[in-house]
């Protein structure tokens, strides 16, 4: 500052410093002995409701934004729902459609729903072969032996064995019209349809005590039976479901002679309107037909029949060769109709 005129003494006082940065204007004072430092980091305040503690290394959020809003807002019209979060499940389908088909990736096959442990091999078939086991101690000394199969799909492949679950005195004093339990069994040895055939008459003169066949699969659920209805000339079985609901029906020759060729039982529609597959006994050959009853027979039906009834008919086909085809001490039974 210049002097004065005069040289006398100075006008102004000294020039002080610039005050200290708290003091200036537009700041409070400093604060005071006895407030805590705030929580967060230097120089911000407390973090703002609805955020957890900062992460190391990390200052507070700045204050003035509200908590997060939780989950996702609605879709903007036009747009879908937005993608699951990274470790959760597909979102609901849209109302009116099902759930999403299940994906075959990887290389596994997933279970087909609703079908019987073990019977899934029957989904895409449409025709089986059941081939009956020769017995040499049946054959040769006509003592009855139990019946043994192996059942085939239509390319030759095994599929599932079945044997017969009787004793000697019921078999030999029975004959074909013995009650029998029978296993059928995969090719890993585990029964996945048992049969029940209880001890009933054949013939047409008994209307009241006609042959009945039991399939469960697995052993103890109920999935149909095959049941004989009278009549004379032509045999008739009527294939049902577990709740006795007529599922098909079956109808065989008059002849059930098996002379150099194929004997027919026609599997119908419920209401014998249309015919929708069939199971034949096949001509063997001369000599085990003459001296052995070891039978072949072949099953077609609707590739997408219901594989309860697909092995319902299985059943009719055993019960079928029992009334008809099982020898009896190396004797035919073959005759006409339900007369024999």
């Not at 017995?135 to 019946?147: P, S, T």
């Not at 044997?163 to 074909?176: A, L, M, S, V, Y």
């Not at 069994?185 to 029964?191: I, S």
């Not at 001890?199 to 039991?214: D, K």
Request: glycine share 14%; charged share 15%.
């Amino acid at each position: 500052m210049a002097a004065p005129y005069g040289g006398g003494a100075p006008m102004y006082p000294p020039a002080q410093g610039a005050p200290p940065v708290m003091q200036q204007p537009g700041y409070g004072p400093p604060p005071g002995a006895g407030y805590p430092p705030p929580g967060g980091a230097p120089g911000y305040g407390a973090p703002a409701p609805g955020y957890g503690a900062p992460a190391p290394g990390y200052g507070a959020p700045a204050p003035g934004y509200g908590a997060p809003a939780p989950g996702y807002g609605a879709p903007a019209p036009g747009y879908g729902a937005p993608p699951p979060a990274p470790g959760y499940g597909a979102p609901p389908p849209a109302p009116g459609y099902g759930p999403p088909a299940p994906q075959m990736g990887g290389g596994t096959q997933m279970q087909a729903l609703n079908v019987p442990p073990g019977l899934e091999s029957l989904l895409h078939v449409d025709s089986l072969l059941v081939k009956q086991k020769v017995e040499l101690m049946e054959a040769i000394f006509g003592c009855e032996g139990k019946n043994k199969y192996k059942i085939k799909d239509s390319a030759g492949r095994e599929l599932f064995k079945a044997k017969e679950d009787t004793d000697c005195c019921t078999r030999n004093f029975c004959g074909p019209n013995r009650p029998f339990d029978m296993e059928i069994c995969d090719m890993g040895e585990n029964e996945i349809i048992h049969l029940y055939r209880p001890l009933r008459c054949t013939s047409c003169f008994c209307p009241c005590f006609l042959q009945v066949l039991e399939v469960h699969s697995p052993p103890g659920n109920l999935i149909g039976t095959v049941e004989q209805e009278w009549s004379i000339c032509e045999p008739k079985y009527s294939v049902k479901d577990a709740e006795g609901n007529v599922a098909l029906t079956i109808e065989g020759p008059i002849c059930t002679f098996s002379i150099c060729g194929s004997v027919e039982f026609k599997v119908m529609s419920p209401d014998g309107s249309s015919e929708v597959g069939k199971i034949s006994k096949e001509w063997s050959g001369f000599l085990k037909e003459t001296f052995t009853d070891a039978d072949i027979f072949g099953i077609n039906f609707p590739v997408d029949l219901d594989v309860r009834m697909k092995a319902v008919l299985l059943g009719a086909c055993m019960l079928i060769d029992f009334n008809f085809f099982e020898k009896s001490k190396n004797e035919e039974n073959d005759g006409i109709g339900m007369l024999n």
